[in-house]
Antibody, heavy 118, light 106 residues
Framework: EVRLVESGGGLVQPGGSLRLSCAVSGFTFSGYEMNWVRQAPGKGLEWVSHISSSGSLIYYADSVKGRFTISRDNAENSLYLQMNSLRAEDTAIYYC???????????WGQGTTVTVSS | SYELTQPPSVSVSPGQTASITCSGDKLGDKYACWYQQKPGQSPVLVIYQDTKRPSGIPERFSGSNSGNIASLTISGAQATDEAAYYCQAWDFSTVIFGGGTRLTVL
């Protein structure tokens, strides 16, 4: 069974940091691009970051550029999102999602909740 | 930056056909995808490459993409189709989502 399981969310103060993880199973992780997508309470989907299958190509949304860092460990079948200088507007459910270009984001995790508040 | 625009809401009667549009500059030159998200659940891919359905998605879901408009059509809408629907495309290597459309079946 193909599975993506996010972890690492929680309550953090403004200016703080969190590291999200996404553990994958059931498919060859190194063969797929991966994304982080977030959803603020009551709002729509917002793409956050993309990493190529090898990790050599990385892209970020302007809203997180310079504060967030995406990475992956293909040997450990894991995707990460290091989030620094967190702001209230970063409060959201964070999903990891598998991508095969032009085939869409075909598998999503259950999400992990990040709350930035004092 | 590239933008995709969707109507905030669409209503349909059970058994009728619902159509949700997504507009973007020369969207027809890109591949469009559609996602369904029910309350409290993760998004699910229902259409990819403009018109294709992933395994397990009912045949009543179909898509098209031409010019500046991509469309998701649900033929014979059911109560279980009530959800938010998001279109998505790529702008170079970044993923772009539309703002989402809440489909009400009543």
């Amino acid at each position: 069974e193909v599975r993506l399981v996010e972890s690492g969310g929680g309550l953090v103060q403004p200016g703080g940091s969190l590291r999200l993880s996404c553990a994958v199973s059931g498919f060859t992780f190194s063969g797929y691009e991966m994304n982080w997508v977030r959803q603020a309470p009551g709002k729509g989907l917002e793409w956050v970051s993309h990493i190529s299958s090898s990790g050599s190509l990385i892209y970020y949304a302007d809203s997180v550029k310079g504060r967030f860092t995406i990475s992956r460990d293909n040997a450990e079948n894991s995707l990460y999102l290091q989030m620094n200088s967190l702001r209230a507007e970063d409060t959201a459910i964070y999903y990891c999602a598998r991508e095969k270009r032009s085939y869409g984001l075909d598998v999503w995790g259950q999400g992990t909740t990040v709350t930035v508040s004092s | 930056s590239y933008e995709l625009t969707q109507p905030p809401s669409v209503s349909v009667s059970p058994g009728q056909t619902a159509s949700i549009t997504c507009s973007g500059d020369k969207l027809g030159d890109k591949y469009a995808c559609w996602y369904q998200q029910k309350p409290g659940q993760s998004p699910v891919l229902v259409i990819y490459q403009d018109t294709k359905r992933p395994s397990g998605i009912p045949e009543r879901f179909s898509g098209s993409n031409s010019g500046n408009i991509a469309s998701l059509t649900i033929s014979g809408a059911q109560a279980t189709d009530e959800a938010a629907y998001y279109c998505q495309a790529w702008d170079f290597s970044t993923v772009i989502f539309g703002g989402g459309t809440r489909l009400t079946v009543l």
